[in-house]
């Protein structure tokens, strides 16, 4: 059973950082990509930026110049560099991975407070 595990969530003032990790219980080049998401109370699940097997990160609009994607093969881990943190990044982020066999794998996911 493939197990995605996420850590970092904490509360943090506005404009500070924040850095998420999610390890996985198999190594990373399974998946053909990795992605974090979130989700407020009361809103859908967004994605915010996805990496893929081959290096390339994409981001939505909302994040894109605050957050970084990244990845450690050898440590079987995708991080998420949260910079420039707003009161409306606050939600539960979670991990995903898309495995080559179009498997989807899910985290049990990191709370992040924003306070303004």
């Known amino acids: 059973q493939v197990q995605l595990v996420e850590s970092g969530g904490h509360l943090v003032q506005a404009g500070g950082s924040l850095r998420l990790s999610c390890v996985a219980s198999i190594s990373i080049s399974a998946f053909s990509s990795m992605s974090w998401y979130r989700q407020a109370p009361g809103k859908q699940r967004e994605s915010l930026a996805t990496i893929e097997r081959g290096g390339n990160t994409n981001y939505v609009d909302s994040v894109k110049g605050r957050f970084t994607i990244s990845r450690d093969n050898a440590k079987n881990t995708v991080y998420l560099q949260m910079n420039s943190l707003k009161p409306e990044d606050t939600a539960v982020y979670y991990c995903?991975?898309?495995?080559?066999?179009?498997?989807?794998?899910w985290g049990q996911g990191t709370q992040v407070t924003v306070s303004s």
């Open positions: 995903n991975a898309i495995a080559f066999t179009a498997a989807n794998y």
